[in-house]
């Protein structure tokens, strides 16, 4: 018996990055870029990013209602406020950090390269979020 299987492969050349403006407050910050692995890679149960983020920028801080995310760091050094109030991590390329629904979170580069994370979350809806000042 041979069992069909499916799989979608997304290559580096093939990702198209978006650029994000500054969050609200921060106006001034550099740009990040994102590109869409949900659409890309037709992910059904869950959904993907990635992310550039250029030294001196920043996400907003949130807590998503209904996702789990995982924040794998490919390249530079990503610092991450997690909780309220936030313990401040910092973290090499290969770091993983799972985040639970309701948990506060800010992305952040503080240092002086670029940082790039794969943002993966399940389920796939979206169920919001809540904001907050940075942290």
Do not use: C
């Not at 807590?63 to 924040?71: G, H, I, L, P, T």
């Not at 390269?113 to 169920?127: K, L, R, T």
């Amino acid at each position: 018996m041979i069992r069909r299987m499916g799989y979608h492969v997304v290559h580096a050349a093939d990702q198209e990055w978006v650029e994000r403006t500054p969050p609200e407050g921060r106006e001034g910050d550099p740009s990040r870029q994102a590109a869409d692995i949900t659409t890309a890679a037709a992910l059904q149960q869950s959904r993907a990013r990635m992310w550039r983020y250029p030294p001196g920028s920043s996400g907003r801080r949130h807590a998503d209602k209904v996702q789990e995310e995982v924040f794998v760091v490919l390249s530079g050094t990503l610092t991450m406020h997690l909780g309220d109030p936030a313990d401040r991590l910092e973290l090499a390329p290969g770091s993983v950090v799972a985040v639970d629904p309701g948990t506060a979170l800010q992305l952040r580069n503080d240092g002086t390269d670029e940082v790039v994370v794969f943002i993966y979350g399940a389920p796939a809806e979206q169920g919001g979020a809540d904001f907050f000042p940075d942290a």
